[in-house]
């Protein structure tokens, strides 16, 4: 089959319902939960702002917009790699340099729903990665890998998505030795329906924020605040993650849509 073929069979499997389109981005307005930085830690990122400039009248008569006020990092978000210091000297490894390319994959989606809802500290680890692949296949290179928790189902309050207390966020990711498995199979990139990449406990690991440090190190990539996994299956789906194009972007807001076999 030519190139050519596979992309009117893809036209013509969107066109018939064969191949359907999965938006797996929350929401993004002043509602949305951003994560917060103790003070002692950094400075946090300013919740959404959207500022009217017209709205057919006298500003404008025939037309709408508006202007915004948000972080590289807020709502469902793409990481590049300079976002972190182990990965800032990549040269292409802002969001205006990476290679388009690399933007699109195959997604490979692990389930730890159960697990998460039983224990919101759950760390998936390279052991429960293996079992994974015993039981659909490995991993490939160049493709991106989500962990699924239906955590996005607590989106809609920064209470419940932060899920924080006294000693810290609690919230589901991988442990280091899951991350250096990954990136050592070569994978695209990483992502979770957390608000970040990591564990809500990840400040405390070796190295602190494993998903950020390692992955941005292999000048590869993340995705946080994603939305509906559990309509991907394990395997089979094509991932689409394209950042707005930054110069010297950190990250982008992003529109995180997958290909799926209906």
């Not at 989106?155 to 442990?175: I, Q, R, V």
Request: charged share 20%.
């Amino acid at each position: 089959m030519t190139a050519q073929q596979t992309l009117t069979d893809m036209a013509a499997g969107l066109a018939s319902g064969a191949i359907t389109v999965v938006d797996l981005s929350a929401p993004l307005g002043p509602e949305t939960p951003v994560l917060y930085l103790p003070p002692e830690i950094g400075v946090n990122t300013p919740n959404v702002e959207m500022h009217e400039i017209s709205w057919y009248n006298d500003k404008g008569p025939y037309w709408a917009w508006r202007w915004l006020k948000l972080g590289e990092h807020t709502g469902t978000h793409f990481d590049a790699p300079i976002h972190w210091i182990s990965g800032k000297d990549h040269a292409d490894g802002s969001t205006d340099t990476i290679p388009p390319r690399n933007f699109v994959g195959p997604v490979n989606v692990i389930d730890c729903s159960k697990e998460a809802a039983e224990n919101p500290d759950f760390l998936l680890t390279a052991e429960g990665v293996k079992a994974w692949e015993d039981a659909h296949g490995p991993i490939e290179r160049d493709s991106w890998v989500l962990m699924r928790t239906d955590w996005h189902h607590r989106n809609k309050s920064s209470e419940t998505f932060l899920n924080a207390d006294e000693n810290g966020p609690h919230s589901p990711g991988p442990s280091v030795d899951c991350i250096e498995y990954l990136v050592d199979k070569g994978i695209l990139g990483w992502g979770t329906e957390c608000v970040g990449t990591d564990a809500g406990a990840a400040a405390g690991m070796n190295p602190p924020f494993p998903a950020h440090y390692l992955m941005h190190q292999a000048n590869r990539y993340g995705l946080a605040s994603l939305a509906h996994l559990d309509k991907l299956p394990p395997k089979g789906a094509i991932l689409v993650a394209a950042p707005l194009k930054f110069v010297n972007g950190t990250g982008s807001p992003v529109r995180v849509l997958a290909f799926v076999p209906a």
